[in-house]
């Protein structure tokens, strides 16, 4: 048998990208090859490749309402306008659903996005069979409903109308304060309590913030949007998520403070998860950008884990296991009850549903 030859080629570092959260290109759970840039001995290593430019195709969707039976989730429809999101937020356990598409859970979730131009038609179709039952619909449960791109495609604002014509109780999360745009249709539909938001903010530190989540609205503007939003009658809470050990775990009280201080009174928190592809990308991002707390931040996150670096069980895998993340849910729960959070939750109104005409037109009776 021959000998194995040493290997002559070195895997080449991974680097920042600007503008965009992950650090490498990594391959999707569902492909056959691995593709791996490496140096040849010719310096095409060093070249500088093309920039990653965001494009937006558009595709055809047969049905917008997305079904849950979760234990440990707070709704059970959903409906997402896009997939992948420019954000780019590195720990987006979202990421590994491009796979499903063939595309990376990487660069390509934050470049590679599609939009679904005929949602609001669809929603109306959906919401005007007769075996519709009304629940609450939660946008932004996978990718941000106001994202970038939704500057130009307005589908987002598009479902508001449908939803605000028929009376639909829903609920947004979102990290941007282009949510303000929409003031006009939320706070109409908060008026017959049909509506919550909660605006997500992770750090109040803007250089950190600029590397985990680059596109997304900066921790003061996220809190700014939160002010806005309840001077204009619109119940905006704040989800601190995802805590991250090491990372962001030491802000919990002082962004909660802060979104109190703004008009928040609703809250929530979660903890860091890294489904699938997602492990990978999130060490890869932590060596590039905090490479001696890196281990610090693993280390921690599988004591919370259960050992695991992920924990995929309902009733733990928001909050972890084991005495730290008790301390985590403790501190929580004592700043909410210093600051005054929680006190009076947001009920939304599921008997004021009027179900559309598919077509569109009004009935007479």
């Not at 140096?39 to 965001?54: I, K, V, Y």
């Not at 079904?67 to 987006?92: K, M, Q, T, V, W």
């Not at 109306?124 to 519709?132: F, G, I, N, S, T």
């Amino acid at each position: 048998m021959p000998a194995k030859l040493p290997a002559v080629q070195d895997r080449v570092k991974h680097k920042v990208t600007k503008g965009r959260g992950a650090t490498l290109q990594i391959e999707g759970r569902f492909e056959h090859v691995a593709r791996e840039r490496v140096d040849d001995g010719w310096g095409a290593a060093d070249e500088e490749l093309p920039p990653f430019r965001t494009t937006v195709t558009a595709e055809k969707a047969r049905s917008v309402i997305q079904r849950h039976a979760s234990p440990d989730l707070p709704f059970d429809h959903s409906l997402n306008a896009y997939r992948g999101c420019e954000h780019g937020c590195i720990y987006c356990y979202a990421r590994p659903s491009h796979a499903y598409l063939n595309l990376s859970p990487g660069l390509d979730f934050e470049t590679k996005l599609f939009a679904k131009p005929e949602a609001a038609k669809l929603l109306r179709a959906e919401l005007a069979k007769p075996a519709y039952r009304c629940s609450p619909i939660a946008l932004g449960s996978n990718t941000d409903p106001y994202q970038p791109i939704e500057r130009e495609w307005k589908i987002t604002r598009q479902i508001l109308a449908v939803l605000a014509e028929c009376r639909h109780p829903l609920s947004i999360v979102t990290k941007s304060a282009l949510v303000e745009r929409d003031i006009d249709l939320l706070a109409q539909l908060a008026r017959e309590d049909l509506v919550q938001v909660f605006i997500s903010v992770t750090t109040l530190d803007a250089e950190l913030a600029r590397k985990l989540e680059p596109r997304a609205a900066s921790p003061r503007r996220r809190l700014q949007a939160i002010q806005r939003l309840n001077e204009a009658g619109v119940p905006c809470g704040v989800m601190v998520a995802p805590v991250i050990p090491f990372l962001t775990d030491a802000e919990l009280e002082s962004v909660l403070q802060a979104a109190y201080e703004h008009g928040a009174r609703t809250t929530a928190y979660t903890l860091l998860r890294l489904p699938y592809e997602l492990k990978d990308l999130f060490k890869d991002w932590l060596a590039v950008h905090y490479p001696l707390k890196a281990e610090h931040v693993m280390g921690r996150l599988r004591e919370m884990r259960g050992g695991r670096e992920n924990d995929p069980k309902f009733g733990s895998r928001f909050s972890g296991q084991g005495l730290f993340a008790q301390l985590l849910s403790r501190r929580f729960h004592l700043a909410c009850e210093r600051l005054g959070f929680n006190r009076e939750p947001v009920l939304l109104d599921t008997s004021r549903f009027i179900r559309p005409s598919a077509s569109g037109q009004q009935s007479l009776f």
